[in-house]
């Protein structure tokens, strides 16, 4: 059974910083790319970074050149380094893989975690 659990949460100021991580398990085959995705309430909930397993990334453009997602391979860890964060980042944010596609749009995503809360204050 595919696990995905997400850590790193909680408020910070705007202009901060936080990391996420996601711990991935039960994997029988491989990904083909993981990402993240946030929902702030009363919202969508959108595709924000995704790499695939040639370590190709990409990001939504309210996040380019403030968030860098990673990955390590060994650890089967998921990274999301977010920096100059501003309010408008609040919202619970999923770790999320899939078989195909990018892994930065809804319908690509075969597995999602629980989600870990992100609040920036003004």
């Known amino acids: 059974q595919v696990q995905l659990v997400e850590s790193g949460g909680g408020s910070v100021q705007a202009g901060g910083s936080l990391r996420l991580s996601c711990a991935a398990s039960g994997y029988k085959y491989n990904m083909h790319c993981m990402g993240w995705f946030r929902q702030a309430p009363g919202k969508e909930r959108e595709g924000v970074a995704a790499i695939d397993s040639d370590d190709s990334s990409t990001y939504a453009d309210s996040v380019k050149g403030r968030f860098t997602i990673s990955k390590d391979n060994a650890k089967n860890t998921l990274h999301l380094q977010m920096n100059s964060l501003k309010p408008e980042d609040t919202a619970m944010y999923y770790c999320?893989?899939?078989?195909?596609?990018?892994?930065?749009?809804?319908?690509?995503?075969?597995?999602w975690g629980k989600g870990t809360l992100i609040t920036i204050s003004s």
């Open positions: 999320a893989a899939g078989f195909s596609g990018s892994c930065l749009r809804y319908f690509d995503i075969d597995y």
